[in-house]
């Protein structure tokens, strides 16, 4: 149903609708008039966004941008395409390697390592004030201190280890073990001690989140007919604290794919025959020890966009909690 | 028939919730779950904490018992020795021990209030105000929590050359000021401030600085220590990184990590290193602890 307009009607209509170019003139004298309106916003915002932009943003444009050329240091970066990427992928095994323990260590402690904090942070919540403050401080102290040391003495290869001194005294073992150094074992090793440091800041945020969760929610629940505590958590407790449980993932996630120096710490870099090798030590192998600068932002580039997805595909999930 | 239940229901959480009792008396929990719990939480905490007290307890062990076997989670003749040991390594080395405290001290201290003052800057308008560009930061500000600081080392390095700060203490303290967790916590917890703190000041013709510095600081205390326990926690652990050269700007850590790499000679000097790098987080968290909890209470991610 279109009805062609006179030619004079649609002149009139012409001359009243502003053209595009006027359209955005005055969208821009709009913004222009609400930033100098802000002035004192931006002012305060200023020193943050420096920052932010010089050792965040630059340079993972920077990354991106190095990780199409060869370049080390010394000489300007000559453009390649995507060689770097060709040659990660193709012929460099050891990347293979890298990628495939980052990948097991990520999906065994990530997930798992979420799950003990949300699992502590619920039973914790449980208790009465005080014991509750004692708990929290024993649970968070080895993510606070990062004390992932302590624990070459309990690996140690000789006898004097302790885990060694109790197996050899339970006679499970005959000779004694060395764990940070045997490729089989240094994996489950690196493993047990990220779990043990996992109760992180995700911890914290469970636990926080749970706090602000109001009682009387839980005395409708069970007036609606909720019956136990597992109930309580799943149609109660988790979609209050959804919020919580987004910002824990995302502090996971990062934290698992970014492992680097606690492995060094305790198994050393090279790690035993590459078995605990993941993407960080081969971008720290390729940047700080050969200076292939272009190799390593291609790795870099990698690692980037595999947090990314992996955060993008955890909030997918959690979204769906409670529904 | 369906209120009697009720009644009956409410006298059974009563009479068995003697020890949820103080954190509000809670519905459908049963005796025998708590008990389970708690036991669960004891055993799993002690598992937690050998590896800590172990550390302790190493460093209190004369020589003899260091390397006796099978070694034990208790000292006999607790002593110091490899704590005065550890310090006369220390004052031994090229570069007095007190530097290196200085160091690691003073890029903590600068690093963490400056991390603060610009960090709460930022989030104030970000999070009480729209302005263009507002929205955008603020997007990115999430994002980049979403990626780590090892992906950024490389081109870091190109642009700390090109700013000139390769082997100063700006290299370590600037970023740091820049954390990204920092202004985020702030700036969701002070999205949660009521308007009616500021309209009165506003009314009165009170600059935004002032009403910065005179109304939102002081209401925003808990999050200052929650942001003061994770800058502490990061830059207190700071090992030079890529950026420092020098000796006499290296740090704590770098020191002690020197003293550990010495082998089984210096085993309990080492435990007495690694006791000291644990005490200043923990202590910094007793104090902030309620705090932190409060500040992430109002900090989930908003989607």
């Given at each position: 149903m279109s009805t062609i307009p006179t030619s004079a009607a649609t002149e009139a209509a012409a001359k009243r609708q502003p053209t595009a170019w006027q359209n955005i003139k005055k969208y821009v004298a709009y913004k222009w008039y609400e930033m100098k309106k802000a002035k004192t916003y931006y002012f305060f915002v200023l020193p943050y966004a420096l920052i932010f932009i010089t050792f965040t943003v630059v340079p993972v444009i920077i990354s991106i941008y190095l990780s199409f050329t060869t370049f080390n240091l010394l000489q300007p970066p000559k453009f390649v395409f995507i060689e770097n990427y060709y040659k990660l992928f193709m012929l460099d095994e050891l990347f293979i390697v890298a990628i495939k323990n980052t990948l097991l260590l990520a999906t065994i402690t990530g997930p798992v390592g979420y799950l003990l904090c949300l699992m502590f942070a619920w039973f914790l919540n449980e208790m009465p004030p005080k014991f509750r403050a004692v708990l929290t401080l024993l649970f968070y102290a080895p993510a606070l201190t990062q004390a992932s040391t302590i624990f070459t003495f309990i690996f140690s290869?000789?006898?004097?280890?302790l885990l060694n001194s109790v197996l050899l005294r339970w006679t499970l073992i005959i000779n004694p073990i060395q764990w940070l150094k045997n490729e089989k074992t240094v994996l489950p090793v690196v493993i047990v001690v990220i779990m043990w440091l996992s109760l992180g800041t995700s911890f914290l945020s469970f636990i926080a989140g749970l706090q602000g969760i109001d009682r009387e929610q839980y005395e409708a629940g069970a007036i609606d007919g909720i019956k136990n505590r597992w109930q309580e958590l799943w149609f109660i407790t988790l979609p209050n604290m959804k919020q919580q449980l987004m910002f824990g993932a995302v502090m996971s996630i990062t934290g698992s794919f970014g492992m680097g120096s606690v492995i060094t710490s305790l198994v050393?870099?090279?790690?035993p025959n590459y078995a605990a090798h993941t993407i960080v030590h081969h971008l720290e192998d390729y940047g700080t020890?050969?200076?292939?600068m272009g190799y390593a932002s291609a790795i870099a580039t990698i690692l980037f966009f595999i947090m990314i997805t992996a955060n993008k595909l955890v909030q997918s999930l959690l979204r769906r909690v409670g529904t | 028939m369906a209120a009697k239940a009720m009644a009956e229901k409410q006298h059974k959480v009563r009479r068995f919730h003697f020890f949820t009792q103080k954190a509000g008396s809670r519905v459908n929990r049963s005796l025998s779950g708590d008990l389970g719990v708690l036991i669960f939480l004891l055993i799993t905490g002690a598992l937690m904490a050998i590896p800590m007290v172990f550390a302790i307890v190493q460093s209190l062990k004369p020589s003899d018992e260091l390397f006796m076997f099978p070694p034990r989670l208790y000292v006999r003749n607790p002593t110091s020795q490899n704590y005065a040991d550890l310090f006369r390594l220390m004052s031994g080395s090229w570069i007095p021990f007190s530097r290196y405290i200085f160091n690691t001290v003073m890029i903590t201290g600068v690093g963490t209030f400056g991390h603060i003052i610009i960090a709460s800057m930022a989030a104030y308008p970000l999070a009480k105000y729209v302005f263009p560009g507002s929205k955008a930061f603020s997007k990115m500000v999430v994002f980049s929590l979403m990626f780590n600081a090892t992906v950024t080392t490389i081109p870091g390095y190109i642009v700390m050359a090109t700013l000139g700060w390769i082997d100063t203490y700006w290299s370590l303290i600037v970023p740091a000021f820049g954390m990204t967790l920092g202004l985020y916590l702030m700036q969701s917890f002070m999205s949660d401030l009521h308007d009616s703190l500021f309209d009165a000041a506003k009314i009165d013709g009170a600059p935004e600085g002032v009403i910065f510095w005179r109304i939102v600081m002081p209401n925003v205390k808990s999050a200052w220590l929650t942001l003061m326990i994770f800058s502490v926690q990061s830059l207190w652990n700071v090992n030079n990184g890529m950026y420092i050269y020098s000796e006499p700007l290296k740090t704590l850590p770098y020191a002690i990590s020197q003293i550990v790499s010495g082998g089984i000679a210096r085993a309990g000097a080492s435990a007495a290193a690694s006791v000291i790098m644990m005490i200043v987080p923990i202590v910094v968290f007793i104090i902030s602890q309620s705090n932190v909890i409060e500040t992430m209470a109002k900090s989930g991610l908003k989607e």
């Open positions: 290869g000789d006898s004097q280890g050393g870099f090279p790690s020890v050969r200076f292939e | -």
